[in-house]
């Protein structure tokens, strides 16, 4: 069973539409860290942003917001009226105590393309 | 910032030559890892490094081996290269405070092995 579901593997939206990319995860530890990334074309994979589990709060960032539910283990990602920048595969990855230190491991990740 | 540089954005070998990928960061970073990435399975993780000459294997380490002399330098070696190990090739790296810091990547290494 994979740690970090990402269920969605390509999602194609017209500029200016919503969309979220849905990240549901697997752990059994009590203190653990969330990430998202990007990766545009060009293929380097930019971080966008860093959830640890003891802070539920939601987080707002211009056009990008994270929704952190422990309830549901899901960690998921809205885009609010996306552009053609947007267009990226994007991941979700868990940070968990494994053979002694925090080794990432990371969803399938989702491919995002937005039509002008 | 953090500077990641791969030696490559794209190389062509071929099956049985010894293969090296380079990886230079220049932000002292105690944490280094190589991943390959394939579409459909996402990032897996080959090997990492948390310290000089130290190495640990991730979840596919088989027929790769590493190298870290020194601190800004982790290389991953293909012992004997084979088709199926073509595939984007990602370095990577982080400070080691208990898993709450954001990994750096580099550009990428596009590898075909014919």
């Known amino acids: 069973a994979q740690k970090v579901t990402q269920a969605q593997t390509e999602i194609s939206v017209v500029e200016k539409e919503d969309v979220t990319l849905d990240c549901v995860y697997e752990t059994r530890d009590t203190t653990y860290y969330l990430f998202w990334y990007k990766q545009p074309p060009s293929g380097e994979l930019v971080f966008l942003i860093r959830?640890?589990?003891?802070?539920?709060q939601n987080e707002i960032s211009g056009r990008y917001s994270w929704n952190f539910q422990k309830s549901t283990s899901s960690f998921n990602f809205t885009i609010t009226a996306s552009q053609v920048v947007d267009s990226a595969v994007y991941f979700c990855?868990?940070?968990?105590?494994?053979?002694?230190?925090?080794?990432?491991?990371f969803g399938r990740g989702t491919s995002l393309i937005v039509h002008p | 910032d953090v500077k990641v540089t791969q030696s490559s954005r794209y190389l062509v070998k071929r099956t049985g030559e010894k293969v090296f990928l380079e990886c230079v960061q220049d932000?002292?970073?105690?944490?280094m890892f190589w991943y390959r990435q394939d579409p459909g399975l996402g990032l897996r993780l080959i090997y990492f490094s948390y310290d000089v000459k130290m190495k640990e294997k991730g979840d596919i380490p088989e027929g790769y081996s590493v190298s870290r002399e020194k601190k800004e330098r982790f290389s991953l070696i293909l012992e004997s290269a084979s088709t199926n190990q073509t595939s984007m090739y990602l370095c990577a790296t982080a400070l080691p405070t208990g898993g709450n810091q954001p990994q750096h990547f580099g550009d990428g290494t596009r590898l075909s092995i014919l």
């Open positions: 959830r640890n589990s003891f802070d539920e």
């Open positions: 990855a868990l940070s968990e105590a494994q053979r002694g230190s925090y080794i990432p491991t």
């Open positions: 932000m002292d970073h105690e944490n």
